[in-house]
């Protein structure tokens, strides 16, 4: 099975602004697979689903602090302590 990578030129935008994989892509992926497919490969599969999910993730934080909606820095740390504080 090919790796799978994440370019948010190429990928399909969702209403959300969030860039992810087309059905079309999904669905060559597996049908690349053989009819009767180790665990481990499909674990491989899920892998790759799982980086391209964070790619997406990250792109919509970079589009979010680019128009502005990110959390300033001392209000984070301050969220952070008080949910983490032991």
Excluded: W
């Amino acid at each position: 099975m090919d790796s799978v990578s994440y370019d948010r030129e190429k990928q399909s935008p969702e209403p959300s602004g969030v860039y992810a994989m087309t059905k079309q892509e999904l669905l060559k992926m597996v049908e690349s697979l053989p009819d009767e497919t180790p665990s481990e490969m499909l674990d491989g599969v899920a892998s790759e689903l799982e980086k391209i999910r964070f790619m997406a993730s990250v792109d919509r934080g970079i589009r979010q602090a680019e128009r502005g909606e990110a959390t300033p820095h001392d209000e984070f740390v301050e969220r952070f302590k008080r949910r983490f504080q032991a």
